[in-house]
C-alpha cells in the first residue's frame, strides 16, 4: 500500500496510512508491516495506537540498530525510517556509556530534529543542542 500526505504533518499523516493499515488488515492478519519505517505492527499494537486522536509518535517512524564489536562494544548506532518519510537518517559513531545508557531518548530527539529539518539537503552535521544544556 501506498498513500500521498494529505495533512502535510508527517507523523500525523503516517497515523492515517496506519489506519488504512489497520483496515487492510481486517480480522484475519496478524501483523502489519511498514516498509518505510521497518516496523511490525500487530493488530494489538494497531488498535492501541489508533484508539486515541494525538499523532503518531517518532517511535512509529523510528528504528535503532546498533553493531557490536567482537567485545559486544557499540561501535555504531544507526536509524531507519526517516529517509523514507521525507528527513534522513543517522549515525552515532562510537557513542558512550552514557550515550548508549539513553539511545532512545537520544534518537527521539535527533528524529525529531530530523523531521523538524524535513527534506532540506541533509547536512553532514547539525546542531540540534549545546553542550552544558540540559
Known sequence: MHMRGRHEHILRDRKMFLRFLRAAMGEDGVVAVDLLARRVWTRDELDIELSHDADLDVEGVLSLDS?????????????????????FDFSI??????VLHNCWELARLLAFSALEAGSSRPQSRFKCFRAGIR
Open 93 to 98: 559513531f562510537d557513542p558512550s556509556p552514557e
Open 67 to 87: 553493531v557490536k564489536e567482537d567485545d559486544d562494544r557499540v561501535f555504531w548506532l544507526h536509524t531507519h525510517g526517516l529517509s523514507g518519510i521525507g528527513a
